[in-house]
């Protein structure tokens, strides 16, 4: 079935750094690529999304890239800040509906 | 001006009794979803509904059963609650069912004693 693999599921990285988290799929009629940022006890919040038409999109300080061919698709901060810290998660949009992965806690240490 | 609204915030009761959760949207969105996010943070979604039609129902059991007055809610009504209901419940919508973009509601953390 439709499956979304997310790594690693916890990240610990110093405040400047940068810091990469990887999605897999599995439906290869996935075609939207979103990033949800989670702060505890907050809702989800959309941060980035990739299109299938695009490899690569930027904002400011946080990225994504996407490989259709493999089914890879990656978020990437760079310059991270405490404020950085929270779980985030990766979706493919299957048929009507997202698959999440598993999520990822970063910590950004100062 | 809270775009996707949940009542209540915080539900605590016991096992065996029936309750529901509100989920209200102002953005004119078509179609509404609820996910289930348990203690590990997996996020799943339980049900999409579009223009009140039942469109997504992802094997979740029949104690669960979500309405739709209107395309602006969508309510998730519980019977017999257990143990393994406790979780945090987000109801969200998006423009249509092919849209991409997902908009979350606060939540409900319910717990079941």
Known sequence: GENVEQHPSTLSVQEGDSAVIKCTY???ASNYFPWYKQELGKRPQLIIDIRSNVGEKKDQRIAVTLNKTAKHFSLHITETQ???SAVYFCAAMGTYKYIFGTGTRLKVLA | D?????TPKYLVTQMGNDKSIKCEQNLGHDTMYW????SKKFLKIMFSYNNKELIINET??????????????????????????S????CASSQSVSSYEQYFGPGTRLTVT
């Open chain 2, 35 to 38: 996910y289930k996010q348990d």
């Open chain 1, 26 to 28: 599995s439906d290869s």
């Open chain 2, 87 to 90: 979780a945090v419940y987000f």
């Open chain 2, 60 to 85: 979740v059991p029949n104690r669960f059963s979500p309405k739709s007055p209107d395309k602006a809610h969508l309510n998730l009504h519980i019977n017999s609650l257990e143990l393994g209901d």
């Open chain 1, 82 to 84: 405490p404020e950085d």
């Open chain 2, 2 to 6: 809270t775009a996707v609204s949940q």
